[in-house]
């Protein structure tokens, strides 16, 4: 099982950013995906998550409304699509397969920033 982010960087403040999840060695399609992040002093925090089809979801209450996540099972990859960025989301950004086992990225740096 390998996870690979990707898609992160510096954005000024109300800015956009859209962070992908590239997963291999599994049947993707199976299982639900969730994308965690992690400020500095902080401790990881579940952001989103999306079943194993893609026809639902969830958001922390700080990001509803901002984020979305959308999962591309053909491609084998999950998306997280920021918009309206705020300085508080900066933070390591982290895709999960938390199932049959507990797999995560690398992480992608996201910061934001004037």
């Known amino acids: 099982v390998q996870l690979v982010e990707s898609g992160g960087g510096l954005v000024q403040p109300g800015g956009s950013l859209r962070l992908s999840c590239a997963a291999s060695?599994?049947?993707?399609?199976?299982?639900a995906m969730w994308w965690y992040r992690q400020a500095p002093g902080k401790e990881r925090e579940l952001v989103t998550?999306?079943?194993?089809?893609?026809?639902?979801?969830n958001y922390a209450e700080s990001v509803k409304g901002r984020f979305t996540i959308s999962r591309d099972n053909a491609k084998n990859t999950v998306y997280l699509q920021m918009n309206s960025l705020k300085p508080e989301d900066t933070a390591v950004y982290y895709c999960?397969?938390?199932?049959?086992?507990?797999?995560w990225g690398q992480g992608t740096q996201v910061t934001v920033s004037s």
């Open positions: 060695g599994f049947t993707f399609s199976r299982y």
């Open positions: 999960r397969r938390p199932s049959a086992g507990d797999y």
């Open positions: 998550s999306i079943n194993s089809a893609g026809d639902s979801t």
